[in-house]
């Protein structure tokens, strides 16, 4: 049994797969398994996945696209480790990432979930931003009022999930419901480190507008469901109205190619430094070899 489960659910991620899953064997810390669940993809995304020759790596498939909710509950279900780290299947991962949260949540058992800062990088690997948490304890209303977690740096107890498992139903928000759910029951917390490399995948074309609406859509849903018990539903009402107002002026950039000029991620911490030691994560990350890569064809 591992220490560490690593779940990363993926669809239609052929350009970046194999780069996130090098990421994880590149980890200083290798008392892990992986568990990769494909939700019904189209392109060779799971055929990288499946060329993986580990014995750590458990891959499932079963060709239907059943959204993130329903697989994020599955990779719950078959975890075996005694903390699960999640990671987006277009991310990378830090090379000590696993290391610094086991460490941590080793040391503080009052903590149940902790984050990271992160780097925001484009298609290229370029480094783009840094986004730097404080570190610290996130409070229940700032939870309640904004996800304010990043879930693919995160780190947590198995039984946090276990205990408040995701809604299959959200094809949006599932992470920010579940710790909604576990509100008043669940420690969270901020590391300041940054042990991530998040991908803007879009920031060289023009984002989909239907794509733009499914986001708002489930978090008004999830405002609805927990706003009023923690923030009362006249504060909840208005942060509706406000989600919507800025999807509305977001879609009004976006159908004027302005959309460039809307970052919600307003922190750039980034300094030449902090860009140097980023890249040198990156260009280690590349070099590892992950046995039965070296099998796929190429393209």
């Given at each position: 049994m591992a220490e560490v489960t690593i779940g990363i659910p993926f669809y239609n991620c052929e350009d970046t797969l194999a780069n996130t899953i090098r990421s994880l064997f590149a980890q200083s810390f290798q008392d892990w398994e992986l568990v990769l669940v494909d939700d019904g993809s189209t392109d060779s995304s799971l055929s990288i996945a499946r060329s993986i020759d580990d014995v750590r790596v458990h891959v499932i498939a079963d060709g239907i696209n059943k959204g993130i909710g329903a697989r994020r509950k599955q990779i719950v279900d078959l975890a075996d480790g005694k903390y699960l780290a999640w990671q987006d299947a277009d991310d990378m991962m830090h090379p000590d990432r696993l290391r610094v949260q086991?460490?941590?949540?080793?040391?503080?058992?009052?903590?149940?979930?902790?984050?990271?800062?992160?780097?925001?990088?484009?298609?290229?690997?370029?480094?783009?931003?840094?986004?730097?948490?404080?570190?610290?304890?996130?409070?229940?209303?700032?939870?309640?009022?904004?996800?304010?977690?990043?879930?693919?740096?995160?780190?947590?107890?198995?039984?946090?999930?276990?205990?408040?498992?995701?809604?299959?139903?959200?094809?949006?928000?599932?992470?920010?419901?579940?710790?909604?759910?576990?509100?008043?029951?669940?420690?969270?917390?901020?590391?300041?480190?940054?042990?991530?490399?998040?991908?803007?995948?879009?920031?060289?074309?023009?984002?989909r507008i239907s794509r733009e609406l499914i986001g708002p859509r489930y978090n008004a849903k999830i405002y609805?469901?927990?706003?009023?018990?923690?923030?009362?539903?006249?504060?909840?009402?208005?942060?509706?109205?406000?989600?919507?107002?800025?999807?509305?002026?977001?879609?009004?950039?976006?159908?004027?190619?302005?959309?460039?000029?809307?970052?919600?991620?307003?922190?750039?911490?980034?300094?030449?430094?902090?860009?140097?030691?980023?890249?040198?994560?990156?260009?280690?990350i590349l070099e590892i070899a992950v046995p039965g890569f070296h099998l796929l064809k190429q393209n």
């Open positions: 086991y460490d941590f949540l080793e040391k503080h058992s009052e903590i149940d979930i902790v984050d990271t800062s992160y780097f925001t990088i484009d298609p290229k690997h370029n480094i783009l931003r840094l986004l730097k948490k404080v570190e610290g304890y996130v409070d229940n209303t700032e939870m309640a009022r904004f996800p304010s977690l990043t879930n693919g740096t995160s780190m947590a107890r198995i039984e946090i999930y276990k205990k408040f498992p995701y809604d299959e139903r959200l094809r949006r928000g599932e992470d920010w419901d579940v710790w909604l759910k576990a509100l008043g029951n669940a420690k969270y917390y901020h590391i300041e480190d940054t042990l991530y490399y998040r991908m803007d995948a879009d920031i060289n074309q023009k984002p609805m469901r927990y706003g009023w018990k923690y923030l009362g539903l006249l504060t909840t009402l208005k942060l509706i109205i406000r989600l919507y107002a800025r999807t509305a002026f977001r879609l009004v950039l976006i159908s004027t190619g302005q959309h460039k000029r809307f970052k919600v991620e307003k922190t750039n911490a980034l300094t030449p430094k902090t860009k140097v030691l980023a890249e040198q994560g990156i260009k280690e």
